[in-house]
């Protein structure tokens, strides 16, 4: 009888101290930063990469994404050019590439701030790269961002793109080696280059026309092939 309630009383102190010798439960947040996490959004916006298009600044994605990135203008001929956040290593979970935020200020503003900068930087492109003074960062910081380009490190192909995103609304192919998958809805243009890095660009699905319109030019004057 006794050996029966020593072993009874060993029972329930394990039972009232299991809760205290099991490892705490961690609160896993699932990843919301991929690139084929795409929310649109009413009022014609959408969201990716947990950033809102048109609606948070390129401040908030330095927050959200990190420091690791550079900041400058980029320029090509005559243009006033594009203010780029460049992310160079990206990564989102197991998946890796390069991401480039584009922040949305007037041309009068870029000239300004393209005088303003010290020298300036020849890519592979033939762009020019000019980064800003300190004292404008703050500015630079507050644009708004206007559109979002992933470059994957891996290359894709029509079925994963499908498996991804469904099936486009439009292919658009500009030659033998580079075909526009387009996703009004989702404010997406996936564009393929057969031997190159494929290119993923996100816009606000009210403002797909920006990605659409280029293409359709580009055939009617007859360059594409």
Known sequence: MRIFLY???????????????????????????????????????????????????????????GEDMELAIVARGDEAGSLEMFYSHYTAGLFKGKLVLVGALDDATLLRLRNRAGKARYLDSGARKYHLRSEDLQQAYQAL????????????????????????????????????????????????????????????????????TPLLKFLSNGTGK
């Open 7 to 65: 072993l009874l009383l060993i029972i329930i102190i394990a039972f009232a101290a299991a809760p205290f010798l099991r490892p705490p439960v961690r609160d896993i947040q699932p990843v919301q930063t991929l690139p084929w996490q795409i929310e649109p959004l009413a009022g014609g916006s959408a969201r990716v990469f947990g950033l809102t298009l048109g609606a948070d600044h390129l401040g908030d994605a330095r927050e959200k994404l």
């Open 145 to 212: 961002i206007e559109s979002i380009a992933f470059v994957p490190a891996v290359n894709l192909d029509e079925d994963v793109v499908g498996k991804r995103f469904g099936s486009p609304q439009e292919s658009i192919r500009v030659s033998a080696e580079t075909i526009h998958l387009l996703y009004p809805r989702l404010g997406l243009d996936v564009m393929l280059n057969e031997g190159h890095k494929d290119v993923l660009q996100y816009v606000a699905p009210r403002d797909f026309a920006r990605l659409r």
